[in-house]
Nanobody
């Protein structure tokens, strides 16, 4: 059974840092690109970041470029999202995802380049307070 379990969410203040983790089980890491998405209250889910199976390629949404860093440790079957200089608008439920096609992650919701993502985690809540 393929499973992604996120952890590390919580309540922080503006300017703080936080690191999310996503532990994967039931899948072979080298076959999957991994990504992070978020959904703020009343808004649609959006792409945050993705990393290739080997970690050599990374992609970021415009809202987080320069502040967030994605990484992965295939030996631990874990992907991380380090979030710096957090803003109130970063408040959201953060979801981990896996797909054998990187484009499915990085072009999320693009009708021509993306499609259904293969695996989702249950999400972890990040609240940034001023």
């Amino acid at each position: 059974q393929v499973q992604l379990v996120e952890s590390g969410g919580g309540l922080v203040h503006t300017g703080d840092s936080l690191r999310l983790s996503c532990a994967a089980s039931g899948l072979t890491p080298s076959y999957y690109a991994m990504g992070w998405f978020r959904q703020a209250p009343g808004k649609e889910r959006e792409f945050v970041s993705a990393v290739s199976w080997g970690g050599g390629s990374t992609y970021y949404g415009d809202a987080v470029k320069g502040r967030f860093t994605i990484s992965r440790d295939n030996a631990k079957n874990t992907v991380y999202l380090k979030m710096n200089t957090l803003k109130t608008e970063d408040t959201a439920v953060y979801y981990c995802a896996a797909d054998s096609n990187m484009d499915t992650l990085r072009y999320y919701k693009n009708d021509y380049l993306s499609g259904p993502i293969e695996v989702w985690g249950q999400g972890t809540l990040v609240t940034v307070s001023s």
